[in-house]
């Protein structure tokens, strides 16, 4: 079975910094390395948003330039791991954060629709508050 798990969700203050992690297990075939990971957010009350892919060659591509001035994707194919590292936290950056991998080998997904991704993790909630 196809599992991510995300970890690293907490409560920052505002202005601070955050790093989640995510860890992939169970995929045959090719491996958790050989496909694009994307990092999406459910706000509340809000629709979903995409914030950013790394794909298989290490490229990563953000939602806007925004948020690529304080998030950033990084990972660690030793460890399966995908790390989203988010700098001045706000109130509104409060939600859960969700990694997805994409279906085919040397592919990657730039959507926040679930039924895009072969697998969708259980999410890590980050609360932003003083």
């Known amino acids: 079975e196809v599992t991510l798990v995300e970890s690293g969700g907490t409560l920052v203050q505002p202005g601070g910094s955050l790093r989640l992690s995510c860890v992939g297990s169970?995929?045959?075939?090719?491996?958790?390395?050989?496909?694009?990971i994307s990092w999406v957010r459910q706000l509340p009350g809000k629709a979903d948003e995409w914030l950013g892919t790394?794909?298989?060659?290490?490229?990563?591509?953000y939602r806007d330039e925004f948020t690529k001035g304080r998030f950033a994707i990084s990972s660690d194919n030793a460890k399966n791991t995908v790390y989203l590292h988010m700098n001045s936290l706000t109130p509104d950056d409060a939600a859960v954060y969700i990694c997805?991998?994409?279906?085919?080998?040397?592919?990657?997904?730039?959507?926040?629709?679930?039924?895009?991704?072969?697998?969708w993790g259980q999410g890590a909630q980050v609360t932003v508050s003083s």
């Open positions: 997805a991998a994409a279906r085919t080998r040397g592919s990657w997904c730039l959507s926040h629709r679930r039924y895009e991704y072969e697998s």
């Open positions: 169970g995929f045959v075939g090719f491996g958790f390395s050989s496909r694009g």
């Open positions: 790394i794909n298989a060659n290490g490229s990563t591509y």
